[in-house]
């Protein structure tokens, strides 16, 4: 996966040279925010359900005539994981909201008419952790001494672990549509998929975890504007 998110790397700069040699560019900058909805890919598996959050930032985008383009963005970002308690989820609760500052470098490719065009984005992100944050309604960092907790059947390290890999790194794919307002001006709906190759916690053979990854789905709403 690495070397996938490597390749994918060196495609873009190609792609980006290639470009510039042969079409005239069209540049555009703006902004965007929206909804995340996040968890994580533990092993041993942790019993989870989404964790909602949000994301907002701002967007550079480069296109040409040929239907391609690349993106670039700065976001903020909200991901992290809910506990998933099951029968006993009237009882307790706890989720743990880790933010980025996160990264991508995206392939952009559209179709359609001047007013509106469909669009395909995919390509490596990079993210680094901000902050984490942890809500619960017991005391997760001595669960012995927590009345009818359910330990035996359920991996419960996570609740207490410290993120010890602050540096992310994974892939996007997303899909939307874009209406154009006056030539230069337009909005756009898309809805992203991340899925992260990089592990929160130290994954070694002696370590708790041997996946910790992070991944999630977004929505959001931007505004461009070209200023080439």
Do not use: C
């Amino acid at each position: 996966m690495k070397k996938l998110l490597l390749s994918l790397t060196a495609l873009l700069l190609t792609l980006t040279a290639m470009a510039q040699r042969q079409y005239s560019p069209n540049f555009a900058i703006g902004g965007k925010a929206g909804a995340t909805m996040s968890r994580m890919s533990f092993s041993p598996e942790v019993k989870q359900q989404f964790l909602n959050g949000y994301m907002i930032g701002v967007t550079a985008r480069y296109t040409e005539e040929n239907h391609f383009g690349l993106i670039g963005e700065i976001n903020l970002q909200q991901r992290g994981w809910k506990e998933d308690f099951e029968e006993n989820s009237d009882k307790f609760n706890y989720s743990r909201t880790l933010t980025y500052v996160q990264v991508p470098l995206l392939t952009h490719i559209y179709f359609g008419s001047r007013k509106f065009k469909g669009f395909f984005n995919l390509g490596p992100e990079f993210s680094y952790l901000l902050s984490s944050s942890t809500k619960a309604n017991f005391d997760y960092t001595d669960i012995k001494s927590v009345p009818d907790f359910p330990q035996g059947y359920r991996t419960n390290d996570q609740l207490n672990m410290e993120v010890e890999n602050k540096f992310d790194y994974g892939i996007s794919a997303g899909a939307g549509i874009e209406f154009i307002v006056k030539q230069k001006h337009s909005f756009m709906l898309e809805g992203r998929f991340y899925y992260g190759l990089g592990n929160i916690f130290h994954a070694a053979k002696k370590d708790v975890f041997s996946a910790s990854r992070g991944m999630s789905i977004e929505i959001t709403l931007g505004y461009m504007i070209r200023v080439r």
